[in-house]
């Protein structure tokens, strides 16, 4: 099993819908979880940190299910400018060393 | 305040030709690190390092190596290329454990016939 999964899509969504993308990951002993946003041919960017009591920023909305080992990035209100692929990434808590791990991604096609 | 800049951005190797890829920052950030993209693939991680004249091996590191002999530069190197090698690199920084945000260079192309 890879350490990061993700759904790699693509979601066709309308302007103005509300999607969702989930990630697992399978280290339990995980410590910190982000959400990148990759445009095409372009370097990911930080979207936003997600906290175990989950963590809004204006539209978006990332949660974390420690039990159940998956995070969630909600986008309401789609814009075009949304299109993007979604990243999720896990770093360990691993004494020090950090491997940082990205999931496959999930590309976001949101449609005029 | 450049952040993190990839040499080249471009380039064709043959196959069986080695090059270097250059990753340099001035942030001052201890974590560097290299990864490969592939349609479909993700990023997936070659090596990395958390410090000067210290590496690891990531998730495919076989036919790379790398070197940190100064904090601001991380080497990645392909001593023999393969078509197999043909991806996108991209190098990052992390200012250290559990900071979250990594920064990334622009990336390097490069294609191997």
């Known amino acids: 099993r890879k350490e990061v999964e993700q759904d790699p899509g693509p979601f066709n969504v309308p302007e103005g819908a509300t999607v969702a993308f989930n990630c697992t990951y399978s280290?339990?002993?995980?410590?910190?979880f982000f959400w990148y946003r990759q445009d095409c041919r372009k370097e990911p960017k930080l979207l936003m940190s997600v906290y175990s009591s989950g963590n809004e920023d204006g539209r978006f909305t990332a949660q974390l299910n420690r039990a159940s080992q998956y995070i969630s990035l909600l986008i309401r209100d789609s814009k075009l400018s949304d299109s993007a692929t979604y990243l999720c990434?896990?770093?360990?808590?691993?004494?020090?060393?950090?491997?940082?791990?990205f999931g496959t991604g999930t590309k976001l096609q949101v449609i005029p | 305040n450049a952040g993190v800049t990839q040499t080249p951005k471009f380039r064709v190797l043959k196959t069986g030709q080695s090059m270097t890829l250059l990753c340099a920052q001035d942030m001052n950030h201890e974590y560097m690190y290299w990864y490969r993209q592939d349609p479909g693939m993700g990023l997936r991680l070659i090596h990395y390092s958390v410090g000067e004249g210290t590496t690891a091996k990531g998730e495919v590191p076989d036919g790379y190596n790398v070197s940190r002999l100064k904090k601001q530069n991380f080497l990645l190197g392909l001593e023999s290329a393969a078509p197999s090698q043909t991806s996108v690199y991209f190098c990052a920084t992390l200012k250290g454990a559990n900071t979250g945000e990594l920064f990334f260079g622009e990336g390097s192309r490069l294609t191997v016939l």
């Open positions: 990434v896990v770093i360990p808590n691993s004494g020090g060393y950090q491997k940082v791990t």
């Open positions: 280290n339990s002993a995980s410590q910190s």
